[in-house]
């Protein structure tokens, strides 16, 4: 089956932990992406990795922070979380640089802060 | 920058009834335009694209045409069922870096 994997599918942690999300494409795709889902269905793009190269990088904290080891894989971290990361984290893979590049999803990674 | 604009926040209708989301964009050049769904517990899925003027895309009954002249990708569907209920994102995506900008997403709720 071809398509973008994400685990786990949901986390509850505490504030000041570090929380690790995986992802993982079959598609071939070159690109991948990590949007934030907030609770009002805002989708927000976070990172952007083409070929492990980082080519976008939105104003996020430093706190969060991507890991690539190859191009089918983009994994993300968040060092001390805080309440307001409380969110959908969605990992999407795409052909790059055409504007006719549709993204393919993952079923996102539910994530509590308490 | 681009930008997309969707009109409705959230649309209720009834079954049979006709949808119509609006999106407008603003971009230079000629993006492509792209409408997503996103159903509950899931990641948005591909609906469609259109890349030209005039261009209609579609998709499992739903349809929009790109209008560069209004910057309008309205999406609309004759009859919507119960099972058309989800969350519908307008995007264009970038001629140079093929970047996809999202709109704020329509929440659409068909009642049986």
């Known amino acids: 089956e071809t398509a973008v994997f994400q685990t786990p599918n949901y986390h509850v942690t505490q504030v000041g932990n570090e929380v690790s999300f995986n992802c993982k494409q079959t598609l071939g795709h070159d690109t991948m992406y990590w949007y934030k889902q907030d609770s009002k269905k805002l989708l927000k793009i976070m990172f952007s990795?083409?070929?492990?190269?980082?080519?976008v990088n939105e104003t996020v904290p430093r706190r969060f922070s991507p890991q690539s080891s190859d191009k089918a894989h983009l994994n993300l971290r968040i060092k001390s979380v805080e309440p307001e990361d409380s969110a959908v984290y969605l990992c999407?893979?795409?052909?790059?640089?055409?504007?006719?590049?549709?993204?393919?999803f993952g079923s996102g990674t539910r994530l509590l802060v308490i | 920058g681009d930008s997309v604009t969707q009109t409705e926040g959230q649309v209720a209708l009834s079954e049979e009834d006709f949808l119509t989301i609006h999106c407008n964009y603003s971009a230079s050049g000629y993006p492509a335009l792209f409408w997503y769904v996103q159903y509950p517990g899931e990641g948005p899925q591909f609906l469609f694209r259109?890349?030209?003027?005039?261009e209609k895309g579609s998709s499992r009954g739903f349809e929009a045409t790109y209008d560069k002249g209004t910057t309008s990708f309205h999406l609309r569907k004759a009859s919507v069922q119960e099972s058309d209920s989800a969350v519908y994102y307008c995007?264009?995506?970038?001629?140079?870096?093929?970047?996809?900008?999202f709109g704020d997403g329509t929440v659409l709720t068909v009642k049986p």
């Open positions: 999407a893979s795409s052909y790059p640089g055409t504007a006719n590049s549709d993204y393919t």
């Open positions: 990795y083409n070929n492990k190269q980082l080519i």
């Open positions: 995007a264009l995506g970038n001629t140079n870096t093929g970047k996809l900008t």
């Open positions: 259109a890349s030209r003027d005039k």
